[in-house]
């Protein structure tokens, strides 16, 4: 059975970074993707970033691009997200998920709070 644990998020000021991690365990499939979606108050999920275990090709959200880094450790089973130049609208539950699609995900983890203030 798949699982994931995240973990990283915290209170940070405007301009500030953070590193989210994802460890996912029980899963065999070299083919899985990961990803990342976030959800603020009041309004719907929305995909942040997506990697490819298999080729390690990356997507991300238009609002993010340029500050957001996905990487994922093979070693470690481990999803990160680095997130650079932070913004209050960044601020939000952020969610890790795995599945066999970019932002398809079958599988998911705890949210993790991210709290940017200005």
């Known amino acids: 059975d798949v699982q994931l644990q995240a973990s990283g998020g915290g209170s940070v000021q405007a301009g500030g970074s953070l590193r989210l991690s994802c460890t996912i365990s029980g899963f065999t499939d070299g083919t899985l993707a990961f990803g990342w979606f976030r959800q603020a108050p009041g309004k719907d999920r929305e995909g942040v970033a997506g990697i490819s275990s298999s080729d390690g090709s990356t997507v991300y959200a238009d609002a993010v691009k340029g500050r957001f880094t996905i990487s994922y450790d093979n070693a470690k089973k481990t999803v990160y997200l680095q997130m650079n130049r932070l913004e209050p609208e960044d601020t939000a539950v952020y969610y890790c998920?795995?599945?066999?699609?970019?932002?398809?995900?079958?599988?998911w983890g705890q949210g993790t709070l991210v709290t940017v203030s200005s």
């Open positions: 998920g795995a599945g066999l699609g970019t932002f398809n995900y079958d599988y």
